[in-house]
């Protein structure tokens, strides 16, 4: 009697658990990419009136958004033929392609070698290595200058028999891999309900395809913005209808902002309903907010995103469904955005409110 008394509450208490959704079994590494979760952030989303959705692009095997655009980049030059077996894959990044790149290089067998400022964060460099890629950090110089890390990627490749420059930047095949995948995917979670989107911009494929395909799937009503950091011209150029290119200042943020407008951008610049700025200040306190509200530990970049979300749902008002991209994780910045003397040589301290600062542990 006992016993069939526990059975029954026992079976009352797990079927009233919800059912676990899995997927079928892939096919290695690059089977497990794209098909990210998009959470809802709960205490924006009560805050705006809004459903704040952020695509968690940290979930992606190689660790960010960035892993995406490195496998398309990788098939667009085998598909044309520009590498064979055993070939060596260059390019200039900030650190995110380069992983990828180095991720799906290890899975396909090929050699990878990266350029990157060395104004980048010691963990993405470590890591970079530790994944096998020949790495060399170089001054930080602007896009015109030949000593640019893009630029002394291609002259790397030109040197080798057998490699390609996959040209993140201005190959858009970075730009389809978000037509193909991230958009669809987006689509589909939010069953077609997508009101807004933003995101910063690096190469700009992400913001670019995204806003390709949602603009056409929705037939013009999903509305785009492009969040930009300090530093970044694309804001002005916006703002200004295509104008203005002004820069000013600079970005504790890593691989996002621009001088210019990027062969992956320009297709769908027209897409872009409006811009916004974010301050640092306002990123820096979001990754802790984030930590300590949702669980979720994400770098400067995303942050960006998230506050941008934040501003497009005031924008656009209450009950709307916004969607950004969480690029990565905190873990690959964590030396410079958790450490006391770090935020203070930024000028930053007062930024992360008193109830916060007790994330910041590393001195």
């Not at 899975?107 to 890629?133: F, H, W």
């Not at 009101?195 to 999903?222: H, I, M, P, Q, Y």
Request: net charge positive; hydrophobic share 35%.
């Amino acid at each position: 009697m006992l016993r069939n008394s526990v059975l029954s509450i026992a079976k009352r208490a797990y079927s009233s658990q919800p059912v676990i959704s899995v997927s079928k079994p892939v096919e290695g590494f690059i089977g497990a990419l794209g098909n990210t979760p998009l959470i809802r952030l709960n205490r924006l989303s009560k805050e705006t009136g809004s459903n704040i959705y952020a695509k968690a692009e940290f979930m992606n095997p190689g660790g960010s958004v960035k892993d995406r655009a490195a496998l398309f980049v990788v098939k667009d030059a085998e598909e044309k033929g520009l590498i064979k077996a055993g070939g060596t894959v260059v390019e200039g990044t900030a650190g995110n392609t380069g992983i990828g790149l180095a991720h799906v290089c290890r899975a396909k067998g090929y050699k990878c070698v990266i350029y990157m400022p060395n104004t980048q964060s010691q963990e993405k460099i470590d890591l970079l290595r530790m994944l096998g890629a020949e790495v060399y950090p170089v001054p930080a110089v602007a896009f015109d200058n030949p000593e640019n890390y893009n630029h002394q990627a291609a002259r790397h490749a030109k040197r080798l028999d057998n490699a390609v420059w996959t040209n993140q930047f201005d190959n858009t095949a970075n730009r389809r891999a978000h037509i193909e995948t991230t958009g669809p995917e987006i689509w589909k979670q939010l069953d077609g309900q997508v009101d807004g989107f933003t995101c910063s911009t690096g190469t700009g494929g992400t913001l670019a395809g995204v806003a390709r395909f949602l603009k056409e799937k929705s037939n013009g009503k999903t509305k785009i913005f492009l969040a930009d950091p300090p530093g970044s011209v694309l804001y002005s150029y916006i703002k200004s209808g295509g104008t203005l290119i002004e820069r000013g200042g600079s970005s504790i943020t890593e691989g996002i902002g621009q001088g210019r407008v990027t062969e992956n951008l320009k297709p769908d610049i027209e897409l872009i309903d409006d811009a916004l700025q974010i301050p640092d200040a306002e990123s820096l306190k979001m990754i802790y907010r984030l930590l300590d509200e949702e669980g979720i530990y994400v770098g400067a970049s995303s942050a960006l995103n998230v506050v941008a979300a934040v501003e497009m749902a005031k924008k656009l008002g209450p009950g709307k469904n916004i969607v950004t991209i969480l690029c990565d994780g905190a873990y690959r910045y964590q030396s410079r955005l958790f450490s006391k003397k770090w935020i203070e040589s930024k000028g930053l301290t007062d930024a992360i409110p008193e109830h916060l600062k007790k994330y910041a542990t590393l001195d």
